[in-house]
C-alpha cells in the first residue's frame, strides 16, 4: 500500500468520515448451526465471525480448574484476509490477540458457575482492514449472549487514534498503517469499566484523555447494535 499525501483533507478522512465517525457496522447473531453461539461483523471492510462452544467439560483434563471454567479464545487470520498472503496458523500476533481478546471479555462472564469446565471462542477473520481484534471482540460478545452464557454485560469495542494532528475514531487500513498511533480499547458499556487498552504510538495526556472519551462513545453506539442483533434473533415474532 503507498502512502498517501495526507490521511485529512478539508477535515475528512481518506474514506469521507468525520473524525469521529464509526465504519459501517453490521451484527448478526447465530449464523453458524453447529455452533452453540455464533456473530457475523462487518466494520467498514473487516468480515469476521466468532463461533462459541460450551460451556462443556474441559480436554485436555489437566487444564480444568476444580472452581470455574476457563475461557480459551483463538484469534486466527485467513489467509486470502490480507493483500499479502498470511500464512495459516498460530503467530506472535494471532497469540497476543487472542489473550487479549480472553482477558476483555473475561470480567463479564460468572466462570464460577461451571467448574471445570470450558468456554471456546473461536474468532475468525475472513477480510481485514484494521481494527480486526475490535471487531473479533464485538462479534465474539454478540456469540456469548447467543449461546445462552450468563453475562453481566456485553463488550463493546473500537479503536482510537491520531492522524495528521487529530484525533480519530475507527482507524481504517491507511490510518492504522500511516498515523501516528492506534489505541484499541474494549468497554463493559454500563458499568463504563476498560477491559481492553493496548496503544501503538503516542498522545500527549490531553489526546489521550479525548481519545478514550471518543472510543467510549463509539463503544456506546457499537453496544446498541450489538443489543439490536440480539433482539433480532429472539424477538418474538407475531404469530409465532
Ligand atoms: N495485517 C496484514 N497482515 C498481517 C497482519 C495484519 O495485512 O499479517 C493488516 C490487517 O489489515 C490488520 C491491520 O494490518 O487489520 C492492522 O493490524 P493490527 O495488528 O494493528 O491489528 P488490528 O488493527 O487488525 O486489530
Known amino acids: 500500500m503507498e502512502k498517501p499525501e495526507k490521511l485529512l483533507i478539508d477535515g475528512k478522512r481518506l474514506d469521507g468520515r468525520a473524525p469521529d465517525e464509526l465504519r459501517p457496522l453490521k451484527i448478526k447473531a447465530g449464523v453458524l448451526e453447529r455452533a452453540d453461539g455464533s ?26 480448574q476444580p472452581d470455574s471454567a476457563v475461557l480459551r479464545c ?44 470450558v468456554i471456546d471462542v473461536f474468532i475468525e477473520v475472513l477480510q481485514a482492514d484494521a481494527g480486526t481484534r475490535t ?38 487500513k491507511e490510518e492504522d498503517q500511516f498515523g501516528t498511533t492506534d489505541m ?25 484523555k479525548q481519545a478514550l472519551d471518543l472510543a467510549f462513545k463509539g463503544c456506546e453506539k457499537i453496544y446498541e447494535v450489538q443489543r439490536q442483533a440480539l433482539k433480532e434473533k429472539y424477538a418474538i415474532k407475531e404469530g409465532e
Open 184 to 208: 484499541p480499547v474494549a468497554i463493559i458499556p454500563r458499568k463504563k469499566v476498560v477491559t481492553l487498552l493496548q496503544m501503538d504510538g503516542h498522545f500527549t495526556k490531553e489526546e489521550f
Open 39 to 64: 456473530a457475523y461483523v462487518e466494520l467498514g471492510n473487516n468480515k469476521v465471525f466468532a463461533a462459541v462452544y460450551g460451556p462443556r467439560e474441559m480436554h485436555p483434563r489437566h487444564d480444568q
Open 135 to 172: 471487531a473479533g471482540i464485538n462479534a465474539a460478545a454478540v456469540a456469548l449472549a447467543d449461546a445462552g452464557v450468563p453475562m453481566r454485560d456485553l463488550v463493546s469495542s473500537v479503536a482510537v487514534g491520531k492522524i495528521d494532528g487529530t484525533i480519530i475514531l475507527d482507524l481504517m
Open 74 to 117: 483463538r484469534y486466527s487470520m485467513a489467509p486470502f484476509s490480507v493483500e499479502d498472503r498470511k500464512r495459516p496458523g498460530p503467530d506472535r500476533r494471532s497469540m497476543e490477540i487472542s489473550k487479549v481478546t480472553r482477558e476483555a471479555l473475561e470480567p463479564v462472564l460468572f466462570l464460577e458457575l461451571y467448574p471445570r469446565s
